[in-house]
């Protein structure tokens, strides 16, 4: 993950992530002569493709049927922190998350890990709540990563495994630490290798997360110089399966001239990695906007006419000599001001549009797909459901089209919405809803069932029963149809259901409301919920109705439905027990801004 300059305060992200580097100073790069590109481009058709193993031509990465691949996907931490597993399981099932990626047009995964993952972790923070990740249960953090791995390949995408700390507690500025010398890096690095040997799936290993200072490029000290420790590494792994790609990242400072962690492959024009297997070899950049630190190239006159050529200097001109192929393994912003907004429209111009360029151009992997990433956020919402469709809207242009090598095949039909969707039966904690059957080219493999705009669970047919409700409580429900493609269907008309019985149990609650900003076109807003009664909640509700016309756009650590003027927030997995006397709360924001206070009822269960 990225990192802000060793002379400025660290940056504390929600998944314990933490960084630091130095200013960039103008240089010259020299390059050595290369044979001249072709001007023409491959068709844009061209990249959908993706079987097999790949490998590399020139500047270019190839599938096994020599058919040019375009990566265009996301990070998706947590397996690295001491969660030891893929972050925002705790509230949805891994493979709705994977399809999700896939349906906006992503067609790569780099998974970061560390290598406490090696010591037979358990896992936490999953749900396993109404049927989610019900496959996981039991298992080691290695055995969830085979899991997501599997499934992501079924449906077509590719995996790149991301060495991202040596430990859960933080990055490292060497490849190696005291407690895990570079012995056990290689050792468990070529583990990996033959885990997934024979696995497509997974394309290749991103060695080692940002190198930085003391780290060097080429100075020849076996302790510090990062291009020699990649060769041992990278041909380490090539010794157990010389099909993957070995996906180096450069350092921090070259010859006195400093950019992002992991960001300057200026070395590579004068010592280039050595592997022992040809056409294995792909360099990673990462990059970054204000919302993780400033740089001098960001107050420069010219901004952002600037950018190529620093972009150029430091790793751009590997993909425009033809060197090899470049892979921006991640870049990310919050796009809250409008130099980031800048920074990003140019970086992805200078990327290559696929529909001009197809795979003839620069491949990446966006930071990040968790929104619980201090500094640049995420594709998704907080509510680790609603996509940013800003954020994500900037990326469109160079997305590619999705891989046909893995086990969804070329489909890209979605099935038929669900029809039909009707309740039939209530108890206190219970609805009970049926629906028919959808309809798909390939076949429907099961529905999602959403309460609200969380995932309530999963069904192979077509009625499900959604527990542990409380009592007296409105619900919304509608249902999606999911193929073996992991192509989804639009949303059914919803349907609502009021659970028996009058709600509150043995214990009430009280609920708070107040704003926290307000900016005239809308607002955010947080409400603190407090049992008042005398036993720990299961759950709880808060339920107003706007005094205007506002609208939520949001909602976090809670899920949400709006009828009309009617709102209705129901607990997350993860905040429904509260003691008592204790409080919790959850956010939202809304449009448009100056509403009134609205009066609030909370019902605990």
């Not at 972050?87 to 406490?116: A, C, E, F």
């Not at 302790?223 to 070995?246: K, M, Y």
């Not at 759950?539 to 809670?558: D, F, L, R, Y």
């Amino acid at each position: 993950m990225r990192h802000p300059p060793s002379f400025r305060v660290r940056r504390t992200l929600v998944a314990l992530l933490t960084a630091a580097l130095a200013a960039l100073v103008p240089f010259t790069v020299v390059v050595p002569a290369q044979a001249a590109v072709a001007s023409s481009s491959p068709s844009p058709a061209a990249a959908a493709s993706g079987a097999g193993y790949w490998h590399t031509e020139g500047r270019r990465i190839l599938d096994a049927q020599n058919q040019p691949v375009r990566m265009a996907g996301v990070n998706w931490f947590g397996f690295e922190t001491s969660n030891y597993v893929a972050h925002g399981l705790w509230s949805r099932d891994y493979k709705s998350m994977v399809d999700q990626m896939k349906s906006l047009g992503y067609n790569t995964i780099r998974l970061p890990y560390s290598d406490d993952i090696f010591k037979g972790t358990q896992p936490n923070g999953i749900t396993y709540a109404n049927g989610l990740n019900s496959d996981l249960q039991g298992l080691n953090s290695l055995q969830v990563m085979d899991k997501i791995v599997g499934y992501a390949g079924s449906i077509g995408l590719k995996v790149v495994l991301d060495r991202h700390r040596p430990d859960s507690s933080a990055q490292s500025a060497l490849w190696y630490t005291s407690a895990v010398p570079e012995a056990t890096w290689i050792a468990d690095l070529k583990a990996l290798a033959g885990r997934y040997q024979g696995n497509t799936a997974v394309i290749g290993i991103d060695l080692h997360n940002e190198p930085h200072d003391p780290a060097c490029w080429g100075c020849g000290d076996t302790s510090t110089d990062w291009r020699l420790a990649a060769e041992r590494a990278g041909n380490a792994v090539l010794s157990v399966n010389p099909s993957l790609l070995i996906f180096v990242e450069g350092v921090q400072t070259v010859n006195g001239q400093g950019t992002w962690w992991g960001g300057n492959l200026a070395g590579v024009a004068t010592a280039p990695v050595r592997l022992s297997v040809a056409n294995r070899l792909v360099y990673s950049a990462h990059d970054y906007a204000t919302s993780v630190a400033q740089q001098p190239w960001f107050s420069d006159p010219s901004f952002p006419a600037n950018m190529p050529a620093v972009w150029d200097k430091n790793w751009g001109y590997i993909f425009k000599q033809n060197i090899a192929p470049v892979w921006l393994g991640e870049f990310g912003t919050t796009l809250q001001s409008t130099i980031d907004q800048k920074w990003l429209a140019a970086l992805v111009d200078y990327l290559r549009p696929t529909n001009t360029y197809g795979a003839d151009s620069f491949n990446w992997t966006f930071w990040s797909w968790n929104p619980n990433s201090g500094d640049t956020g995420g594709i998704l919402k907080d509510d680790w459901q609603t996509v940013d469709t800003v954020k994500d809207g900037y990326l469109t242009a160079i997305k590619a089209p999705g891989f046909t090598g893995g086990g969804g095949g070329g489909d890209t039909t979605a099935p038929s919405v669900p029809t039909g969707l009707a309740v039939t039966g209530t108890t206190a904690s219970s609805v009970s809803l049926s629906w028919k059957a959808s309809a798909d080219d390939t076949g429907v493999t099961g529905y999602d069932v959403y309460r609200g705009t969380a995932k309530a669970g999963e069904a192979t047919g077509t009625s499900f029963t959604d527990t542990g409700l409380t009592a007296g409580t409105r619900y919304d429900y509608t249902v999606r149809a999911r193929d073996a493609a992991g192509n989804t269907s639009a949303a059914s008309a919803a349907v609502t259901a009021t659970t028996a019985g009058t709600g509150g149990g043995s214990s009430g609650c009280n609920a708070t409301y107040k704003v926290s900003s307000d900016w005239g076109s809308g607002f955010n807003a947080d409400i603190t919920v407090t049992n008042t009664g005398s036993s720990t909640t299961k759950s709880w509700q808060v339920t107003w109705e706007w005094p205007g016309s506002q609208t939520i756009s949001a909602m976090w650590n809670a899920s949400y439905s709006q009828v009309g003027r009617t709102v209705t927030a129901n607990n997350a997995d993860h905040n429904g027990a509260v003691a008592a006397g204790a409080s919790t709360g959850f956010g939202f924001g809304a449009t448009p801004g100056g509403a009134g206070t609205p009066v609030l009822n909370c019902r605990a269960g």
